[in-house]
T-cell receptor, first 111, second 111 residues
Framework: DAGITQSPRYKITETGRQVTLMCHQT?????MFWYRQDLGHGLRLIYY???????DKGEVPDGYVVSRSKTENFPLTLESATRSQTSVYFC??????????FGPGTRLTVL | AQRVTQPEKLLSVFKGAPVELKCNYS??????LFWYVQYSRQRLQLLLR??SRESIKGFTADLNKGETSFHLKKPFAQEEDSAMYYC?????????????FGRGTQLTVWP
């Protein structure tokens, strides 16, 4: 199916473990983004990427790492998960002029 | 610095009543404003943008540069309008597609 997908959709992990959230898009959009959604904070940008091998920090990058070796994939890694990283994570790609298309989200719980 | 403020976390109206979701922003340059919507168990999606001057699902939003506002309005709310609404901003000349979101307003339309 065309579009943007995220995996896993739900993840429970423990403090200190490394976790990778996957994002895949089929359109070959250049720009991709990672957000976290928290009650009271809305959506906050973690990292974004303008193209393969080009990434930059957003508003809340600490504790996260991204890579983009291929245009269609943009994985987000929590190097050592903390409870404050419990959140819903959304990946998005830029479609057209300034329109972002979002994935379905990954609900991450860190115990 | 850019900032998007949605003063109401929760908003409830009855079916058929008018609804207005408030959004105020601060941005030093020329902003582009958007409304995104997230229905229950669905992904975030673009509802409308100010440059299009369009009406989507009966919703309209006018950019008021003097009051730095971009309120979302609908004259007759429907139950299916119940969702989380996010106001978002990007700046012309800023990183392409990078959005700054407000904290969101949860709209509930009662039958």
């Amino acid at each position: 199916d065309a579009g943007i997908t995220q995996s896993p959709r739900y993840k429970i992990t423990e403090t200190g473990r490394q976790v990778t959230l996957m994002c895949h898009q089929t359109w070959s959009h250049s720009y991709m983004f990672w957000y976290r959604q928290d009650l009271g904070h809305g959506l906050r940008l973690i990292y974004y990427s303008a193209a393969a091998d080009i990434t930059d920090k957003g508003e809340v990058p600490d504790g996260y790492v991204v890579s983009r070796s291929k245009t269609e994939n943009f994985p987000l890694t929590l190097e050592s998960a903390t409870r404050s990283q419990t959140s819903v994570y959304f990946c998005a790609s830029l479609q057209g002029y300034n329109e972002q298309f979002f994935g379905p989200g990954t609900r991450l719980t860190v115990l | 610095a850019q900032r998007v403020t949605q003063p109401e976390k929760l908003l409830s109206v009855f079916k058929g009543a008018p609804v207005e979701l408030k959004c105020n922003y601060s941005y030093s340059g020329s902003p582009e404003l958007f409304w995104y919507v997230q229905y229950s168990r669905q992904r975030l999606q673009l509802l409308l943008r100010h440059i299009s001057r369009e009406s989507i699902k009966g919703f309209t939003a006018d950019l008021n540069k003097g009051e730095t506002s971009f309120h979302l309005k609908k004259p007759f709310a429907q139950e299916e309008d119940s969702a989380m609404y996010y106001c978002a901003l990007t700046g012309r000349g800023s990183t392409l597609g990078r959005l700054y979101f407000g904290r969101g307003t949860q709209l509930t339309v009662w039958p």
